[in-house]
């Protein structure tokens, strides 16, 4: 049995998409191919998986760990160094929230406008 589809992009709400993808560009190395004031894509991996950022004018960024504005997904990072990679994405403007359930086989990180996303030394 063939898909009957493959992904084109993961998009992600923002309130400024080239400020987002400027983010995600630095931390993956990847190329932003698309950008206007309403949306953003960047491409990787041979270009074979995009994230695009669309903007939302009354985003509310999702609260972790709490529900009260869902997450609704999360991107998981694959990573060398959980140290190194978590002060290099620091730098670039994520933070760590206090809850971090993952011990230490992967963190809790918020990009810049705060959707989770992970860091993991699992491939």
Known sequence: MS????VAAITLDCPNPTSL?????QALEWELI????????????G???RIGFQ?????KAPEWPKQ?????MHIDLSVANLDEAEAALTKLGSTKPD????????????DP??????????A
């Open 99 to 110: 809850s971090q359930p993952g011990g230490d086989r992967w963190r809790v990180l918020l």
């Open 113 to 122: 406008v705060g959707h989770p996303f992970c860091i993991t030394t699992a």
């Open 34 to 45: 698309w950008s206007d004031e309403n949306s953003a894509y960047l491409s990787g991996d």
């Open 3 to 6: 898909a009957i589809a493959s």
């Open 55 to 59: 903007r939302v004018d009354d985003f």
């Open 47 to 49: 270009g074979s998986v």
């Open 21 to 25: 993808a400027d983010f995600y560009r």
């Open 68 to 72: 009260d504005v869902p997450q609704q």
